[in-house]
């Protein structure tokens, strides 16, 4: 009897600790095809959640009159059996439904539930009706009196494997082995419970099969062309890949892919030129407002580290703090993107809002540049009033605070609230844009400036580098907009930046599908 107490216990353990893997893996896989914005989760938890739904009913089907001990294990052999192979089949499903979801004009949403189906609902369906089955056959032989004390032991075992299995893919697996490795372990652990289901099922050769099948199968299909690398590195917070951009500039060049989106461009002999417009605009404004010769700078965020790496270039006693919370971009920028190590370069491994409120307030910097993203929107807690105080109480007299934004062309919701967000506490609120002809499609770039201090022109030509020009929104235009939109002020309990944003996170032209 404790025998089999143990391997029910056990069963559900290791059932809802993988269950909740493939989930939190999940959208690490999905984030190179349609990013990791909160529909993506939204997506992937609905999914799993309908799938272990599904398994729920399905098992408990399964777990009739007639599943007795020796049927039990019988079912649960192949139920695990199929969980090793959904979950091995995960990763081509995905590259093979790519072609109709990754492509021009299909909807986000589309995509991200279609995703989302493709991989992950069988595996969720299958671990979903174990528990059913596992539960039963131990509530029937608890000793007289004894029902509720089982049923409670195995309610404290799912939700300790759950939580188990969160830790484990957040900090361990996909840090250590990766995604698509976290899902062939993951059919490993399948494949070897299922070995002892079939060994109590008294089926020694099907549990021998999958105990081989446990360890070669994972390690062979590690080598096939479905579960070649998509990242260059995945790291605990994004899969990073490296572009060769010679072919779009015609020198040598890379870019800086995170999950779905390009982060930026350097080119390898010319650091203090941009490619990209709103990088050389930050520069030539900067420059415009009198940046000092040793300009003092806090950057949130690091992504190719193109500007550091330019003023480190052209201001050598410059003080320029990066705060960029992965540590695997500044390694990879290290290594990949010409970033060298210079004492007026220093990278910080910490979150932004938290590293620079861990400087003590005082006139610090000539300039903070906001350039973080989670998918096409900014985190959130670095767009609060909050934040901007924080910002404020660190800048120099004339000092500005300097944000890149993605937005819609025609219905900037987020963007206007942002600006009135930002006219709370700083005097000189400008939105700059490219004055030449902008590119087809819902999305462009602003730039956003908030100092003591207004720019002293409404149009800036760049000096050096390509030739390009851009003009400031008038303030009483933009002061307008955001009275008539009616957005809120955002601050730490309450700015739904997701919400104010759907409109071009959720469109197949703005989100650049």
Known sequence: MRVRAVLDATTILLASALGLVV???????????????????TSVIAVVLGGFSIGHWWGGRLAGPDCDRSRGHARLTWLLAGCAA??????????????????????????????????????????????????????????????????????????????????????????????????????????????LHAAAAAQRGVALGLAAAAIAVPAGASTLPAYARVCDVESAYACLRVVDAEPMVGRPARLLVLDHLAHG?????????FVQPYL??????????????????????????????????????ARLIVAEIDPAIAALARRDFWLRDSPALEVVARDARVALQAIPPGPRFDLVFADAFQDLSMPVHLVTREWHQAVRGRLKPGGAYLVNVMEDRRAPRFLLALLRTLAED????EVWVEASEQPAGRRITYLVLASDTPSPSARIAARRGPERSWARLPPGYVAARWEAAQVPVLTDEFAPVDRLMSHLILSPEASGR
């Open 23 to 41: 989930e939190i893996v999940a959208g690490r896989l999905l984030a190179p095809y349609v990013g990791m914005s909160v529909y993506t989760w």
């Open 86 to 195: 959904a979950s091995l089949a995960a990763v081509p499903a995905l590259r093979l439904a790519a072609p109709f979801l990754d492509r021009e004009g299909v909807s986000p949403l589309l995509a991200m539930v279609g995703f989302a189906l493709a991989g992950f609902l069988a595996p969720s369906l299958l671990v979903g009706a174990v528990s059913p089955i596992v539960t039963k056959l131990a509530v029937e032989e608890a000793p007289h009196g004894q029902v509720g004390r089982v049923l409670g032991r195995l309610l404290a075992v799912s939700a300790l494997g759950a939580i188990g299995g969160t830790l484990a893919a957040g900090f361990v697996f996909v840090a250590w082995i990766g995604s698509s490795g976290t899902m062939l372990a993951c059919a490993g652990c399948y494949a070897g419970l299922a070995a």
């Open 265 to 273: 461009i350097n080119l390898r002999d010319e650091p203090s030129t």
């Open 280 to 317: 050389h605009l930050v520069d030539e404004l900067m420059t415009a407002r009198g940046l000092p010769a040793a300009p003092a700078a806090f950057f949130a965020g690091g992504g190719a580290f193109t500007l550091p790496r330019a003023w480190a270039a052209d201001h050598p006693e």
């Open 426 to 429: 700083f005097p000189a609120v």
